[in-house]
């Protein structure tokens, strides 16, 4: 292996043993790449519901950087071994996850934000109005019912069956008495009603729109810069600046 690779030209012949990235990663097809390592270590990877790391793995040495110069780090961890061990690998993992770990959490929450994309004013106002009301009625009242009864005399007369002319059967002057007298009723009524009702009313309030800065036109089109922007193509470029060199050979990727 060439001992003196970082003074010399990478496209020349002299720097024909200078490895790339696949080499180092060797199994990097079978769960040894990067991504699975930033797995292994725990990293609170924000991706990790969205997408396996096996998969990033392939799409980075496969289709990216696999053809890429390794950095002198990993030059220096290989010494005189033709591939990384699993050591080095959680080693790389934990350096890049120590430099780029907070600001992909942030990335990742600006990829995955739901937003309305022509309003860029969102306001909402809550208030709580509490009402409270009381009402007591008191009342009272008497009354007397008399009811008189007075003297007097009922006569009837009760003829029998078949208008019998004779006296048998026949009932004359029956007479029903009645005392005067009178009837007194008295009473009092009391009552006292208290009542207290409350209620609480909630006022909301809602306002969005454009605030008129930016024309509707001018948000759209920058909605559209933004879904061309892929958040995976800022990680290889990160985990690039780690494991590779910032130039290669395009003949060897």
Known sequence: MNRYWPFVNPFDEAASDVPLLREAFVDWKIGYGIFDALEFIGA?????NSVESTILDIEYF???????????VIMNLLGDEAELAESDRVLLARIIWAKFGEPWKHLWDTNVVAY?????YNMTDRRELAKGESETKVGQGSSVDTTEHGRGTESKDYVAGLNNTDNVGKFANRTVSQDSGE??????????DDSVRASNEVETTVRSGNIGVTTTQQMLTAERELWMWNFFDQVYKDIDSVLALPFYDPCRI
Request: proline share 10%; glycine share 12%; charged share 25%.
């Open 44 to 48: 609170d990877l924000p991706w990790k």
């Open 62 to 72: 496969g289709n990216r950087s696999g053809g890429k110069f390794v950095a002198p």
């Open 183 to 192: 009837t007194v009723v008295n009473g009092t009524d009391n009552r006292k």
């Open 116 to 120: 309305n994309p022509i309003h860029n």
